[in-house]
């Protein structure tokens, strides 16, 4: 436990460690390289090599586009009903982050403006191998979809060569346009730079391991990325009125996810401090995936005890977190005090995986501190905006004494030229 403020030492924990890796890069620089010059000759020795899947040509990786839609019909009935549902909240929600672009016409007959339009083709990488996750397919397509985004490529690696029904089932109602049984580095590399049997993608977006990130990170620039995802993280904070065993199953939640998942509980109760820690130990028993989480809660749980609400806002905007629960009587008036953070849930009837799965908002949030300046995954990062600008003679000769002298101002002159031959002729 620590006790804030001072917030030296909370700051200090608060830093991320490095990402950067020397022999993964390496080895990552390798795999995107050889995708890149050898296409589907790479990409089938990489699938057989890292995901166990032996096919005789890349055109098998795909899978038919009929086994969507048989995959969601066969689902059992509750659960296609329940990520239904998920998906019409997403979608209603995303779509309220639509942009529009606008034209002004000027008196003079000039015109300016911004044109917003979709990205032609994106892909999105969705982790397999040891699970399924319906939900990061809705989260990531759908808000493509609601932009306008004419093909969505999904990549994903498959278990014994098959990937879960239920995957395929929430890409049919999410308006996938092409599924292809990849994963890891090499499906980054041919959704970058396309393959014989895969088009390039425009951006690439989803969550995935270390390998994935890496490569993410590498292609940046050839195409775009959502960003580069660190370990999920959650903070809490809570006063006495919060229950302990509520906050325990909490933390748990997220730690389940990884090892290196970060945990963090800030509280201005010292009894719920205390009480926290027996109910997660009580509580770890009754969760397969317990040792997983124990292994984050010991090396990245974290209890802060402060004094008041503003200063666990104050410990919130250091850490910049993930998710950021606020178990707190008036969670909306505390949440005004915080900037830093990717998603906010208000109130004890807010647990995290509402987010997760269902309530709307996107659950692709910034990770790593980065919530000090990035933002979740919505509609805005599958269209690109477009400056218009058309002058009339009236308001060229108007303005170009004032262009011609910012230009020299620079001493860029060809940029003045462009504009005084126009005026002499």
Not at 309 to 331: G, Q
Request: aromatic share 4%; with cysteine.
């Amino acid at each position: 436990m620590h006790s804030a403020p001072p917030f030296a030492e909370i700051a200090a924990l608060a830093q991320t460690a490095p990402s950067d890796e020397p022999e993964l890069r390496d080895t990552v620089a390798g795999i995107i390289r050889e995708v890149a010059l050898r296409g589907d000759a790479a990409l089938l020795e990489y699938t057989s090599r890292f995901d166990g899947l032996e096919v005789a040509s890349a055109a098998e990786l795909r899978v038919p586009a009929e086994a969507l839609a048989e995959a969601a019909a066969g689902l059992e009935p509750a659960l296609l009903v329940a990520l239904g549902r998920a998906a019409d909240n997403i979608r209603s929600f995303h779509e309220r982050q639509r942009e529009n672009g606008f034209l002004e016409l000027l008196p003079d007959g000039s015109v300016l403006g911004q044109r917003v339009a979709p990205l032609r083709r994106v892909g999105i990488y969705v982790p397999g191998g040891r699970a399924a996750y319906p939900s990061s397919v809705l989260m990531n397509a759908l808000p493509a979809s609601v932009a306008g985004v004419e093909e969505i490529a999904m990549v994903t690696p498959a278990r014994d060569g098959r990937v879960e029904p239920v995957v395929l089932a929430a890409a049919h109602i999410a308006g996938v346009t092409e599924v292809v049984r990849v994963g890891g580095a090499q499906a980054v590399a041919a959704l970058a730079y396309g393959t014989e049997t895969l088009a390039p993608v425009d951006k690439i977006v989803g969550p995935g391991n270390r390998w994935v990130a890496e490569a993410k990170r590498q292609v940046f620039g050839r195409v775009d990325i959502d960003m580069v995802a660190g370990p999920s993280e959650i903070m809490i904070i809570a006063d006495e009125t919060a229950n302990a065993r509520h906050v325990a199953a909490d933390l748990i939640g997220q730690a389940e996810h990884d090892p290196d998942a970060i945990c963090w509980l800030v509280t201005t109760s010292a009894a719920l401090a205390d009480a926290v820690p027996q109910q997660v130990e009580a509580l770890l028993h009754q969760n397969p995936r317990r040792e997983i989480a124990r292994a984050a809660l010991e090396a990245n749980g974290l209890i802060v005890i402060v004094a008041d609400l503003a200063a666990a806002a104050a410990v919130a905007e250091l850490r910049a977190p993930e998710h950021l629960e606020l178990l707190v009587p008036e969670p909306l008036l505390l949440a005004g005090r915080i900037r830093n953070a990717g998603a906010i849930f208000l109130g004890r009837w807010t647990p995290e995986p509402l987010g997760d799965y269902y309530a709307g908002p996107n659950h692709v949030l910034p990770t790593g501190g980065t919530a000090r300046w990035a933002s979740p995954l919505g509609v805005y990062d599958f269209v690109k905006r477009t400056s218009l600008l058309g002058y009339s003679r009236e308001r060229f000769l108007a303005h170009a004494d004032d262009v011609v002298r910012l230009a020299e101002a620079e001493q860029l002159y060809g940029h003045a030229a462009a504009v005084r031959l126009r005026l002499e002729n």
